[in-house]
């Protein structure tokens, strides 16, 4: 069975600096696209990173010089370091697996979601 | 950027309607054009894929169309589990985007 299960949010202060970690299980994170969304409280859903299968990253304009998608091969697991965060990164941060089936990439699987808040 | 708009923003509708719901496109994606439904305080799930294709457990009265730069979800006959905020995302290219979301109420 596949599960996402997103941890490392909380509450920090403008400016600090936070990693979220997104735990995979049922499959390979190394095999597969994967991302990060978020959403800000009672907004619509936003595309934040992406790391390919072949190691390529990419970053919403918002986050880019910010933001770090990496992942750890050996645990299976997927990380958002987050610095120089601002009070409009408040939002929960979902991870999902974009798919690549038959040439298409879709979100297939998504986590629970974990809630960061940015405020002094 | 592909910027993707939904319309309508907000619905309100009766269980057993037939409801459809609009995804532009500001180019064309082919089908890269997915649907995803969200409920309060969960998180997405994906309904249809490559515009057309439904995702293996959503009930057969949710279906999608279009190409290029215009697309439809329609539901056929709206059950009380349907009320929900729908998205639709594109995958053409990175950065993927969504729409800003539809809102389906009850009347």
């Known amino acids: 069975e596949v599960q996402l299960v997103e941890t490392g949010g909380g509450l920090i202060q403008p400016g600090g600096s936070l990693r979220l970690s997104c735990a995979a299980s049922?499959?390979?994170?190394?095999?597969?696209?994967m991302s990060w969304v978020r959403q800000a409280p009672g907004k619509g859903l936003e595309w934040v990173s992406i790391?390919?299968?072949?190691?390529?990253?990419y970053y919403a304009d918002s986050v880019k010089g910010r933001f770090t998608i990496s992942r750890d091969n050996s645990k299976n697991t997927l990380f958002l370091q987050m610095n120089s965060l601002r009070a409009e990164d408040t939002a929960v941060y979902y991870c999902?697996?974009?798919?690549?089936?038959?040439?298409?990439?879709?979100?297939?699987?998504w986590g629970q979601g974990t809630l960061v808040t940015v405020s002094s | 950027d592909i910027q993707m708009t939904q319309s309508p923003s907000s619905l309100s509708a009766s269980v057993g309607d037939r409801v459809t719901i609009t995804c532009r496109a500001s180019?064309?994606?082919?089908?890269?054009l997915h649907w995803y439904q969200q409920k309060p305080g969960k998180a997405p799930k994906l309904l249809m894929y490559?515009?057309?294709s439904l995702q293996s457990g959503v009930p057969s009265r949710f279906s999608g169309s279009g190409s290029g730069t215009d697309f439809t979800l329609t539901i056929s006959s709206l059950q009380p589990e349907d009320f929900a905020t729908y998205y639709c995302?594109?995958?053409?290219?990175?950065?993927?985007?969504f729409g800003q979301g539809t809102k389906l109420e009850i009347k």
């Open positions: 999902a697996r974009d798919l690549h089936s038959s040439g298409w990439f879709y979100f297939d699987y």
């Open positions: 049922g499959f390979t994170v190394s095999n597969n696209y």
């Open positions: 790391i390919y299968s072949g190691g390529n990253t």
């Open positions: 180019q064309s994606i082919s089908s890269y």
């Open positions: 490559a515009a057309s």
């Open positions: 995302q594109q995958s053409y290219t990175t950065p993927r985007t």
